[in-house]
């Protein structure tokens, strides 16, 4: 191979390495959001202790810089295997250990330490083929880690994600890795190299490939296993949408026949066996005035769009939820119909697949008689944006003048300081408030908050309304008292800056 060549080749591996390293830091920052949530904290202590990792590995690499090839091919091969089975690894410590966060420091050091090791070893490539000064090496080198990271950053999200899933994505790039190991030192130096060396490294990176192999074919029934580890019931559906990941568990139980449960991103969102005292709760207060138009913000699983079609009275009802893969499944699931009533058949819906923030902001249309937000918890960045003081003045220039809203604001047991959080954020979006909570065994005892312009609304069933199979005059009423020991002090508001709520969330239901 002529210098010029074995240059480009060399090249084309730098561009390679920087995008499988960048994919694998990407995966553990993914991995940890879909299992602990917050992404940012998720981003943050993956890429700090990445990058820390990698100085280290490129002063600890200098020992080897004597012979390049061998070193290379060791540390791509390496590199590879620990990238591509970092994320089956972390998955099964959860599932079955409990454990996450110290494995993937672990993982996180480890990946960084060889990716660090890379550049200084294909710098001595680099020397060899064609001697250089070191600035213009460095600066080829660099432009070309960059854009293969560029090339890793948009990959990840955008091909290897929707295509082949986070774990199979990087088994495929662990492969990529190892490959470009091969084609380096066995192609491009393998002449360099003695025939025990040659020999060395083909089967290092076949051995390699036939491990990934086998993953790739196990990746599947391990994943089920592994995700019905995390899970009480038998998974009836599993699928993963553009947002999150979507699990319906039935368990058949004495008495009321089965518990159905719906799960986001491990989250529950309710059990069929108590769901009725959750949405007659959230909705039946808000509709108790004027409820012509009605704006449904989350909901997608059609339970509290059921309960604002069984009022009286209603003429239009739009429902706003991020992801159409829920709603889709709410309108074909037999079950999720039969539960919501066929709901979203109902000529008086529309739905809109859009950002609730986003859709509250640009929203131009006639004004709602009642807002139901029936959003899930801000346990990650995304939803607490939606719990945000900006965001309930969104959605409070909505209502009508004599409209009433109403929220799911989460525990006040569990997660008191979060409940009142929630209560400040509405209230100092300019609305007068009245928290109220309920017991829904599934969840605990929960809390809501029913807003109104100018003074606070009065909490009280519609009537008329067919009757409930829970909530009650003297139910609604006792649902205005709360103990004293699940009343902190005054908390200040969550906004979209200075978003207290997401780590209120996080500390409080650490213990549970």
Partial sequence: MSPVAARRVVLGAVFVCAAC??????????????????????????????????????????????????????????????????????????????????????????????VGAEIPLLMALIQRIRRQEAPGAVADLSAVDYGGALAGGLAFPFVLLPAFGLLQGTLLVGAVNVVAAGVVAGVVFGRTLPASGRAAVAAGCAGALALLGAGAAYAAPFELTARQRLYRDPIVHVERSDYQEIVLTRAEVRGPGADVRLYLNGDLQFSSLDEHRYHEALVRPALAGPRGRVLILGGGDGLALREVLALPGVAEVVLVDLDPAVVDLARNDAWLRERNRAAFEDPRVRTVAADAFAWARDHDGPPFDAVVVDLPDPDSTETAKLYSVEFYGLAAGLLAPDGRMAVQAGSPFFAPRSFWTVVASVEAAGLEVVPYHVDVPSFGDWGFVLAARGAAPDLRLPDPAPPARFLTGPVLDAARVFPPDRIPPAQRPSTLLRPVLLDLQREEWAGY
Avoid: C, D, H
């Fill in 21 to 114: 390293g960048l994919v694998y830091e990407l995966a553990l920052v993914a991995l940890g959001s879909y299992l602990l949530g917050s992404s940012i904290q998720q981003t943050s202590v993956v890429l700090g202790v990445v990058l820390a990792a990698m100085g280290a590995g490129a002063v600890a690499v200098k020992p080897l810089l004597g012979r390049p090839v061998a070193a290379f091919a060791a540390v791509e091969v390496t590199l590879g295997l620990v990238g591509a089975f970092s994320v089956p690894a972390l998955y099964a410590a959860f599932a079955w250990l409990n454990v996450y966060t110290g494995a993937m420091l672990v993982a996180a050091v480890v990946i960084g330490l060889l």
